[in-house]
C-alpha cells in the first residue's frame, strides 16, 4: 500500500522567502509527525497531530515555523522569512497511535530544504 | 536530551550477527524500547519495539534485560544493506507534551563490511 509521501523532494530558497513543505499520511492514520534532520544530526521534533485534538507544538523552534492539518490528512510546514540555518530535510511520519497500544511511526523520503 | 545512549558506530562482517546495545537506565514502566534505522539519504525505518518480554521479527531481534535499563537490537545475519545509523528510542503513550518523548539522538551507525 502507499506510504507516507513528501512534496517537495529539494526545495531551494532564497533567504528571506517562506516555503511550504506538504505530508500525504498513510491513509487512516490518526497521528501525524514533523521532523526536522540538519546535516549529519540525529532527528529533531517540531510538531505532533493527533486527530481533532489540539497539536503539541512544543519542538518548533521559532515562531516563523507553523503547520496545519487539514481534514485529519495532509499537513503542510510553512517557514516562513527562512534563514540560512533552516537548510536542512525535513521528514514527515505518520502512526495509529490512537487506535493501538503502542505507536510505530512511518516515515516520508523527506524534503531537502536548502536556503540560500 | 537524549533517554538512550548507544555507541556512536559499529562495524560487523559481513554474514555475521551484528549486536547493537542501547542503554536506557531511567526508563518507566509503562515505556516502550523502540527501534528504527535510516539509510543513507531515506526516511528513517521502523525495526522492532517492546516491553519487557523478547521481541522478534522478520528484521531483527531485540533482548531487553530483565531490570529493562538496557536492550539489545540483533541482527542474525548482517547484509551490506543493513550498513544504516540505528536509533534506540524509548517512550510510553502518555498524553502531554507527547512530542518531546522522540528524541532520535545521534544513533549507532552500522557498517557492514565485505
Known amino acids: 500500500g502507499a506510504g507516507v509521501s513528501q512534496s517537495p523532494s529539494n526545495k531551494v530558497t532564497e533567504k528571506g522567502k517562506d516555503v511550504e513543505l506538504r505530508c500525504d499520511p498513510i491513509?487512516?492514520?490518526?497521528?501525524l509527525y514533523w521532523y526536522r534532520q540538519s546535516l549529519g544530526q540525529g532527528l529533531e521534533f517540531l510538531i505532533y497531530?493527533?486527530?481533532?485534538?489540539?497539536?503539541?507544538k512544543s519542538g518548533l523552534p521559532s515562531d516563523r515555523f507553523s503547520a496545519e492539518r487539514t481534514g485529519g490528512s495532509v499537513s503542510t510546514l510553512t517557514i516562513q522569512r527562512t534563514q540560512q540555518e533552516d537548510s536542512a530535510v525535513y521528514l514527515c511520519?505518520?502512526?495509529?497511535?490512537?487506535?493501538?497500544?503502542?505507536?510505530?511511526?512511518?516515515f516520508g523520503p523527506g524534503t531537502r530544504l536548502t536556503v540560500l | 536530551d537524549a533517554k538512550t545512549t548507544q555507541p556512536t558506530s559499529m562495524d560487523c562482517a559481513e554474514g555475521r550477527a551484528a549486536n547493537l546495545p542501547c542503554n536506557h537506565s531511567t526508563i518507566s514502566g509503562n515505556e516502550y524500547v523502540y527501534w528504527y534505522r535510516q539509510i543513507h539519504s531515506q526516511g528513517p525505518q521502523y525495526i522492532i519495539h517492546g516491553l519487557k518480554n523478547n521481541e522478534t521479527n522478520e528484521m531483527a531481534s531485540l533482548i531487553i534485560t530483565e531490570d529493562r535499563k538496557s536492550s539489545t537490537l540483533i541482527l542474525p545475519h548482517a547484509t551490506l544493506r543493513d550498513t544504516a545509523v540505528y536509533y534506540c528510542l524509548s517512550h510510553g503513550l502518555g498524553w502531554n507534551n507527547y512530542g518531546q518523548n522522540f528524541v532520535f539522538g545521534p544513533g549507532t551507525r552500522l557498517s557492514v563490511l565485505p
Open positions: 491513509s487512516g492514520h490518526t497521528a
Open positions: 497531530f493527533q486527530g481533532n485534538s489540539a497539536p503539541d
Open positions: 511520519a505518520s502512526s495509529s497511535r490512537g487506535t493501538t497500544s503502542t505507536d510505530t511511526q512511518y
